[in-house]
């Protein structure tokens, strides 16, 4: 019996070293797999880091956020912002909506970068005026109307667009979720109840004239102010992006679009809505007008051979 009992305690450690090295592997497994997942994911966040800066100090004004990383063809256009008013929808609710006064906007100039790899079309909206404009701005805008506003909006294929082509409210149709871009009303210097919703200090009790006092602003040993204290400032004119707002109506009779919900900045605000999509140009009529007299010689030349 003693041999056997031998025998069987051996076989159990046997067991269960086998068991520990079985278990510490797996932990080993796992570990390296879980720093395999850390590398990837920093080095994936240092690439995106490095090219959010190169961004950041591009020239271009971008219509879309660069963590969206678009791989198709965006649409978009300027507006200016009419008003709000409320529309009525064929199962009877009630939305408020923004009336835009979109486009039409003309294309400005193709611009492309080829050292970071950016393209980017200008277009210009609200006419106006030459004698309004600066002589280099007149120079700039040869050959096409003279607008008031002009920005620029990324694009994935140049090729497409032409100098002088025109973007109306037919790229947007009902239903389409668009990112809205403005500046936001200016408020002036406001106090920290309005700007920071400080509920104030109390009315009574010998608290005199402490109503809307900021109150402490934090130690006095550090003989300064720590950075981010909210204060009373400046208030308001800031740029502000609203997205996934619906497009509710499309009037391309008189240029105007319904968009479902209020929109930042005051009356004949300058807006910049974009969508994913396709964009669809017109031609410009007078490059058109332009080229006709010379299809003309060219077919009277072949008739003539």
């Not at 950075?227 to 004119?237: A, E, I, Q, S």
């Not at 997205?243 to 005051?266: C, R």
């Given at each position: 019996m003693g041999d056997v009992d031998k025998a069987r305690n051996e076989n159990v450690i046997s067991d269960g070293k086998s068991t520990f090295l079985s278990i510490i592997s797996q932990k080993i497994i796992s570990l390296s797999f879980l720093v395999f997942i850390y590398q990837k994911s920093s080095s994936y966040l240092n690439s995106t880091y490095k090219k959010l800066r190169k961004y950041k100090n591009s020239n271009f004004v971008l219509s879309q956020e660069f963590c969206k990383v678009c791989n198709h063809y965006m649409k978009f256009i300027l507006g200016k912002k009419i008003g709000m008013t409320q529309v009525f929808l064929q199962n009877g609710l009630v939305v408020p909506v923004t009336k835009v006064q979109a486009g039409p906007c003309q294309i400005v100039a193709v611009n492309e970068d080829v050292k970071n790899g950016v393209k980017a079309v200008q277009i210009g909206f609200d006419e106006t005026k030459e004698s309004r404009l600066a002589k280099p701005q007149v120079g700039h805008l040869k050959d096409l109307d003279k607008v008031r506003n002009l920005r620029n909006f990324k694009i994935e294929n140049s090729a497409s667009v032409k100098r002088g082509d025109t973007i109306t409210v037919d790229t947007f149709i009902v239903g389409d979720k668009v990112q809205v871009v403005g500046e936001s009303k200016g408020k002036g210097f406001a106090g920290v109840v309005k700007r920071h919703h400080f509920r104030g200090?109390?009315?009574?009790?010998?608290?005199?004239?402490?109503?809307?006092?900021?109150?402490?602003?934090?130690?006095?040993?550090?003989?300064?102010?720590?950075?981010?204290?909210?204060?009373?400032?400046?208030?308001?004119?800031?740029?502000?992006?609203?997205?996934?707002?619906?497009?509710?109506?499309?009037?391309?009779?008189?240029?105007?679009?319904?968009?479902?919900?209020?929109?930042?900045?005051?009356?004949?605000?300058?807006?910049?809505?974009?969508?994913?999509?396709?964009?669809?140009?017109?031609?410009?009529?007078?490059?058109?007008?332009?080229?006709?007299?010379?299809?003309?010689?060219?077919?009277?030349?072949?008739?003539?051979?």
């Open positions: 200090g109390p009315a009574s009790h010998g608290h005199k004239d402490n109503l809307r006092m900021p109150g402490s602003i934090g130690a006095g040993g550090v003989q300064r102010v720590f950075k981010g204290m909210r204060m009373g400032g400046r208030m308001g004119g800031d740029r502000i992006t609203i997205k996934n707002l619906e497009i509710v109506e499309v009037h391309p009779e008189n240029g105007e679009i319904y968009i479902k919900g209020a929109v930042p900045g005051g009356r004949n605000a300058l807006l910049l809505i974009s969508a994913e999509g396709e964009l669809k140009l017109a031609e410009n009529a007078m490059v058109a007008a332009v080229a006709a007299p010379e299809e003309q010689v060219a077919a009277v030349e072949q008739i003539n051979q």
